[in-house]
């Protein structure tokens, strides 16, 4: 079946770093979304990226549509205690109402 | 606009019982997916509904069943409830499978599940 490698799978950085985690598949995905997931809450979409190659930005949030279609990465800049949550990257195919999610990064902020 | 909503938030159930989850979508959206959270296993997809049909299923075993109802609400039931089900239960809506591509999931707060 369909796998999603996530890494790093935790991160420790200083407030006002730049954060940069990725996904890598080893099958091919049409979609490729971002989710935050605070304590307690579900995955919330931060970003969705549709086209190979596609670079999209939401605020200090920027995300990219690997051109192979196996891969994607999303970058925070000058990160703030507010980003701490586990980060999901997701796949999905063209008509699916479903996704298969990478395990997740865990992004802790020190102030 | 009220979200996704998951009921009930917490539940504790001993060891072969069952269970049922309840999940009221967004307003308009017809897609329901469900997926089980769990320490080890991360999200993995249970099964996706849309205007009351069953479209993809997840590899769970056959305790694991739901149905989707006229008003888009959805139900999930574990039978046979086993410790290893102890996971948070969320489910997902989106206006229709075509359209998760534009609009993702907008996921509920979950189901905690504790089997004891």
């Known amino acids: 079946g369909q796998q999603l490698n996530q890494s790093p799978q935790s991160m420790f950085i200083q407030e006002g770093e730049d954060v940069s985690m990725n996904c890598t598949s080893s099958?091919?995905?049409?979609?490729w979304l971002w989710y935050k997931q605070d304590p307690g809450e579900g995955p919330v979409l931060l970003i969705a990226?549709?086209?190979?190659?596609e670079l999209t930005s939401n605020g200090r949030l920027t995300a990219q549509f690997g051109i192979t279609r196996k891969d994607s990465f999303l970058n925070i800049s000058a990160s703030i205690p507010s980003d701490v949550g586990i980060y999901f990257c997701?796949?999905?195919?063209?008509?699916?109402?479903?996704?298969?999610f990478g395990d997740g990064t865990t992004l802790t902020v020190k102030p | 606009k009220a979200g996704v909503t998951q009921t009930p938030r917490y539940l504790i159930k001993t060891r072969g019982q069952q269970v049922t989850l309840s999940c009221s979508p967004i307003?308009?959206?017809?897609?329901v997916s469900w997926y089980q959270q769990t320490p080890g296993q991360g999200l993995q997809f249970l099964f996706e509904y849309f205007s009351e049909t069953q479209r993809n299923k997840g590899n769970f075993p056959g305790r694991f069943s739901g149905r989707q109802f006229s008003n888009s609400r959805s139900e999930m039931n574990v039978s046979t409830l086993e410790l290893g089900d102890s996971a948070l239960y969320l489910c997902?809506?989106?206006?229709?499978?075509?359209?998760?591509?534009?609009?993702?999931?907008?996921f509920g707060s979950g189901t905690r599940l504790t089997i004891v």
């Open positions: 997701a796949g999905s195919d063209t008509n699916a109402g479903k996704s298969t």
């Open positions: 997902a809506s989106s206006p229709d499978p075509n359209r998760v591509l534009s609009y993702g999931y907008t």
């Open positions: 990226l549709y086209k190979a190659g």
């Open positions: 099958s091919i995905f049409n979609t």
């Open positions: 307003s308009g959206h017809r897609s």
